[in-house]
Nanobody, 117 residues
Framework: QVQLVESGGGLVQAGGSLRLSCAAS????????MGWYRQAPGKQRELVAR????????NYADSVKGRFTISRDNAKNTMYLQMNSAKPEDTAVYYC??????????WGQGTQVTVSS
């Protein structure tokens, strides 16, 4: 059973920074892609950033480009989301996602991020 465990969420002031972590129970290379999604109250879950585990550039939502950076530590089986210049509209529950062969999709339990103005 694949497990993804997020951490690092919390309260940050607008303009501040936060780093989210996602620890996977298996090697990152067992997945084809990993990413971060978020869901604000009353809104649909949306893609924040996603990266292929085989290399290549990451994809970012337009709303976070230039502010957020997705990265990973293969040795630790951990993915990160560095959030800089946070905005109140970034407030949401952030979910870690892992995709295997485009068939199997795994989700973490989510971590709350709140950006105060």
């Amino acid at each position: 059973q694949v497990q993804l465990v997020e951490s690092g969420g919390g309260l940050v002031q607008a303009g501040g920074s936060l780093r989210l972590s996602c620890a996977a129970s298996e090697s990152i290379f067992s997945f084809n892609a990993m990413g971060w999604y978020r869901q604000a109250p009353g809104k649909q879950r949306e893609l924040v950033a996603r990266v292929s585990t085989s290399g290549g550039p990451a994809n970012y939502a337009d709303s976070v480009k230039g502010r957020f950076t997705i990265s990973r530590d293969n040795a630790k089986n951990t993915m990160y989301l560095q959030m800089n210049s946070a905005k109140p509209e970034d407030t949401a529950v952030y979910y870690c996602n892992a995709d295997r062969l485009g068939i199997y999709n795994y989700w973490g339990q989510g971590t709350q991020v709140t950006v105060s103005s």
